[in-house]
């Protein structure tokens, strides 16, 4: 029997949902037959963590604290968190389990390619504020940020993802986008919204979601 070797913290659910069909899909792909992902799921109330977000505070320190709390009480070797802005908080904390941290494990995987600048795409809080390029710039990488136009239309194409109200027009936009800050410069895709709708065969596009769920099936024994 497959060890479970890791733990979701269910948030947004479609996100959540998200990470759980794309995590089957390549734990199949690594063990064929009929195989699904072994992992435990906790699943907690996203209102509570979403109101308190995108800043970090004492308050959503303690919300997660005590999910995670919950989660180190398991008997599991890592945590997986699909939420990527949450990693700040994250980080702020003392956790006795290993996190799969997105933004570290694709800072490694940018380094691995030999990419020394990448174009962030991301919620306009995570495209805007340090927290992401403080962590790439440690690593030798630089960040560039696309146009305010761009950043405000990336921004708002996330929030239709969520509230599940995007059209095919948006969609094909946002393909559109993709396409046109990756024909020249890597492009780093830094929230799961985005992640849910990426194009596929992209050479110079990078998803921390998928870097994520990659280390994490990984990790299986």
Partial sequence: MDKITFTILGL??????????????????????YSTCPFLLLNANFDRINSLLPNTSESLDAVIKYYISEIEKMDIES???????????????AITKKILHPIHLTASKIKNNNWHEVILFGSLFSMKFDYIRSIFNSNGIKTILPSEEDMLFIDEFRK?????????????????????????????????????????????????ALVQMEAAVSIIK
């Avoid at 659910?13 to 759980?20: A, C, G, I, Q, V």
């Avoid at 968190?81 to 990693?87: A, D, M, Q, S, W």
């Avoid at 094909?172 to 046109?180: D, F, Q, V």
């Fill in 12 to 33: 947004g659910s479609r996100s959540t949902s998200f990470y759980l069909t794309e995590l089957n899909k390549l734990y199949h792909q690594k063990k064929g037959g």
């Fill in 79 to 93: 945590i997986l968190i699909p939420n990527i802005t949450l990693h700040e908080t994250i980080d702020r904390l």
């Fill in 160 to 208: 239709q993802v969520y509230n599940e109200t995007e059209t095919k027009e948006l969609i094909k936009n946002y393909y559109l986008l993709i396409e046109k800050y990756t024909a020249n410069t890597p492009v780093v895709l830094a929230c799961t919204e985005l992640s849910i709708f990426k194009p596929l065969a992209n050479k110079n596009l990078l998803d921390m």
